[in-house]
Each structure stands twice: as structure tokens, then as C-alpha cells.
């Protein structure tokens, strides 16, 4: 995700949500935010699925929710949010999620320096304890092109 | 991006399109399709938007094309449709696109074995030779589960 | 890492380090091991050098400690040892190890499929809390070529 | 790789490999280099090793020549050598090296900004066009700690 800082005054999880179009398209929900963690979720829908043989959701969306819930632990690292901008990211998916079942991902950041934030990220269709993805990732915090 | 294989007959086109509601619902085009190659793209739209600062296309539907365009090049690597699921997939981030620009990928699947195909893309918004991602990734090739 | 089987009856610690020429070479030690865990380290020594200016050990040989690691970590959540070899490996540098410091790496096989083993490491110098490098890979499992 | 910047006045080619003591007990080569771009080389030796049963090199020879090529190919896009330091790497292994048989590397800074520089690279042992392995990586240009 890229992040802009002119909205500062809003709350971290109105910003991860309702100031996001893409986001607010997807449905994205923040669960719950803590120091340089956090939790967002989304619902399965018809739209987002990404085999229609199956109705298991698009992996674009899985993408989409943890590149978001990465920004948001990024985000949770400070007292004040930074201009933020997601600089890789990698994914990789362990099983399809269940058919018909909506997604949730907690990320952890887990060091920041000047200009980078790494964080590391989980995503689960049902159990907790049995993961679809998880995902490693580095951002650039104040990017400036 | 997860492709069973019940409707191996449709056209590649149509399968990477038509038939997966997420692609639908993004709106990627396929622009170009070639042996182990493939160009699809995403139109700008207001609810694609990541940053609404800023009017720029969200990273997740840079990443959701990129997966997408991925898995069409692996599939078009093959004379006959196979069922592929992503495995793993990075993504560099160069720089953010334009405001209210489309954004276009053209991905090239380089090796393929019994087991895992082999993929890079890169995508642009305005000019092919000034890009905003670069991604490498792996492919499972008949995924049992 | 690659490994074949050919040697299964050694113990997996003496197969980690001393049939393998370049972990010898690298004086790469087997600190500890476990269920689906594993935890290696090298010691300091001029030839392993980076950074002729500061003395700080070599990022190439941090890259060898985690995927003879991670190797570990994979053969360690089988009852008997499988063949295997590294399909991908991410690794994110967080900081320059201290000078003429050793690293020590743990190594976690979170999740395996039938012909995939997914894994994460960590590597640190002096404060396991002080992390230098994380990691995150794909195995393959039983390869053929 | 991590390279200060006080013996710039030596040739990069004499940097990339008498200076650095691992690459010197590596055994790299500088075979070529250009605008963004460079090519090194490793021998087979029998202490480089991974799998003693069929005498392939091992992978962390292989990711340790990558990461050295991309710090080329970095430094090879500037006038003068900027300090530089990996900070994140993927590798894809697409077979095993042919065994007694050395690795030559190419790489490509395809992008810098200035604090990052991006990079590709490709590894084969025999055949140029039958690749053993592949990257992608970022670089930190001028990191300060």
C-alpha cells in the first residue's frame, strides 16, 4: 500500500478502512490494532472469488489484505502515522482458503529504521493455527517519489 | 491466482477473464497472449484507488494483475490448460503510478517442470520502458490440494 | 540447500555439517535441533570477511548459514531424513552484523505438503532479540532432477 | 554484500574480489562489467560443495555469487562506488548444477532511486539459456548504520 500523510488527524483505523477506496471496495475490516501489530479481515463474496469451480476467494484478494494489514502494522510501529509505501512483498500460499469463507491477517513489525519497516504477516481461513499464507515484506516509510 | 480445470474448453482468453469473478469484478483485460508469454490490464477506476490523496491505483491491484498476468503466462506455456495455483510471489515496488492511470503487465513464464512453473513480470502505467513492479514467481502445476 | 539420501543413517547433525564440504568449509556448527526446528551457527574467522574496512562476516555466508539451516529445520520434521533442495529463499538484511562477530541462525519448518516444506528463519550476532537477517523459504521435497 | 567506501580509488573489478576476503577464499571472478551491469564467475572446487554425494555445488556458493554479481551490477550504475549493503534477496533454484562443474552469474540494476537500487540476476553452470537459478533483489544505497 501507499500511504499519503494529509489525513493525519484520523483515527489508524478509519484510515486503513473508510479513507481507502480499494479497500472499502474489498470490504476490508480492521479487527484490531496494537504496537506495530495489527488485524484486518475480509468477508468471502461472490465478487472476490478466483475459481469459480470451487468458490474459493482470489488470491488478489488474500494479496490485497495483507499488503493492507502490513501497512497498518507499519502504521501501529508510531505515534504518529508516516507516509508509508509497500517496497516488496512476498507471499507465499501454503493451501487454497476453504470454499465460500472470507480471510483474516495479522501482520507484525517486527524493526523499523530511518527509512525501512519489515514486517512478516499470517493469513488463516478458519483456525488460526492453520495458516493459507504467510508473508515477508519491507517498506519505505516517508518515500518520496 | 488458483485455475481448476473443469473448463478446460473455453478459450484462455475467456478463462482468465469471463470466468474468474475477481478478474471480472477488477476489470483486467487480456491484451496479448503468447507461448509461456501474456499481457493483460487493469483500467483506472475510482474504486481501485489506494491513496485518495493522491488518486493513485492501489498496490493490491498492481499485485492481483501481476498474479493474474502470472498465471496466464504459465498456463500459455502449455498446450492444454493445466490446474495451476501461485505458490509464492514477490513484488518490487519501484516507484507509485501515476494518478488516474491504468496500469498493464506482461509476464513470461522461463521454465516449467513436471511440478513448478517459473514466472517473471513487470508492470508499467504509461511508458513499458519505465516501470512501476517487477515480480518473480513460482507456480504449482496440478496442485493436489 | 540439496540434499540426497544416500546417507540416511548418519545422524542428522553430523550430516548437517561434516559430509557436507562446503559447511565444513564455512565451520558451520549445529547448535540444536528439534521437531520441524533447528538452530545452526558460524564463528567469525578473516576469510569469512564482507566488509574489508570494518570486519563485519560476509552477507553470502549469513545467506549459507540460513538455507543450511532452513535444510535443517525441514529434514528435522520427518522421521526419516527425504532428500530435499531449495525451490526459493528470501532473505531480508536488517542491519551489518557486528565486527568480527559470529551469526547463529534458527530455523522453523512451519508447514509441509507432500512435495513442499515451508520454513522461516531468523539470524542474529550477539541478542537473539537483535535480529540481523530473516528469512522465508520454500523446500522442495523428494525432487527428481 | 556491504561495501564502505574508502578504498574507492581501487578498480571495481580489484574491489569486487581481492578486497573482500570471502569472495578471495570463494574463488569469484570478475568476468565482465558495464553500464548497470556485471558478470562473475565461480569454479568447482571440491570444499564448495553441498551435496557430497553428487559433488553439485552448493546452493550458498550459488546465492553467494548472486549476491556479490547484483552488488556489481549496483555499482556498476554509478560514476563513482556508493557504500551499498543487500537488503532483501530472493532466489529461485530451478535445478541442481551439473556436478564438478563451477556457476557464472549475471546481473542487471535495472532501477535506482536514491536510496534504492534494484536488481535481477541469473545463474547457469554450463549453458548460458539453461539457467540453474534466478533473483531479484533490492539494495541499500549509501545506508547509514
Given at each position: 500500500?501507499?500511504?499519503?500523510?494529509?489525513?493525519?488527524?484520523?483515527?489508524?483505523?478509519?484510515?486503513?478502512?473508510?479513507?481507502v477506496?480499494?479497500?472499502?471496495?474489498?470490504?476490508?475490516?480492521?479487527?484490531?490494532?496494537?504496537?506495530?501489530?495489527?488485524?484486518?479481515?475480509?468477508?468471502?463474496?461472490?465478487?472476490?472469488?478466483?475459481?469459480?469451480?470451487?468458490?474459493?476467494?482470489?488470491?488478489?484478494?488474500?494479496?490485497?489484505?495483507?499488503?493492507?494489514?502490513?501497512?497498518?502494522?507499519?502504521?501501529?510501529?508510531?505515534?504518529?502515522?508516516?507516509?508509508?509505501?509497500?517496497?516488496?512483498?512476498?507471499?507465499?500460499?501454503?493451501?487454497?482458503?476453504?470454499?465460500?469463507?472470507?480471510?483474516?491477517?495479522?501482520?507484525?513489525?517486527?524493526?523499523?529504521?530511518?527509512?525501512?519497516?519489515?514486517?512478516?504477516?499470517?493469513?488463516?481461513?478458519?483456525?488460526?493455527?492453520?495458516?493459507?499464507?504467510?508473508?515477508?515484506a519491507?517498506?519505505?516509510?516517508?518515500p518520496?517519489?
Amino acid at each position: 500500500m501507499r500511504m499519503s500523510d494529509s489525513y493525519d488527524t484520523a483515527t489508524l483505523a478509519a484510515r486503513m478502512t473508510e479513507y481507502v477506496p480499494h479497500a472499502l471496495a474489498l470490504g476490508l475490516k480492521l479487527v484490531a490494532v496494537g504496537q506495530g501489530r495489527g488485524t484486518m479481515t475480509v468477508a468471502w463474496r461472490e465478487d472476490l472469488v478466483g475459481d469459480p469451480d470451487t468458490g474459493v476467494i482470489a488470491s488478489g484478494v488474500v494479496t490485497a489484505l495483507i499488503d493492507h494489514t502490513c501497512g497498518l502494522a507499519i502504521n501501529a510501529a508510531f505515534d504518529l502515522p508516516a507516509p508509508i509505501a509497500t517496497l516488496d512483498l512476498r507471499i507465499d500460499y501454503l493451501r487454497a482458503a476453504a470454499p465460500r469463507t472470507g480471510v483474516t491477517c495479522e501482520a507484525f513489525g517486527y524493526k523499523t529504521t530511518r527509512s525501512i519497516g519489515f514486517v512478516r504477516a499470517e493469513a488463516w481461513d478458519v483456525d488460526r493455527g492453520d495458516l493459507i499464507a504467510t508473508a515477508q515484506a519491507a517498506f519505505m516509510i516517508n518515500p518520496r517519489s
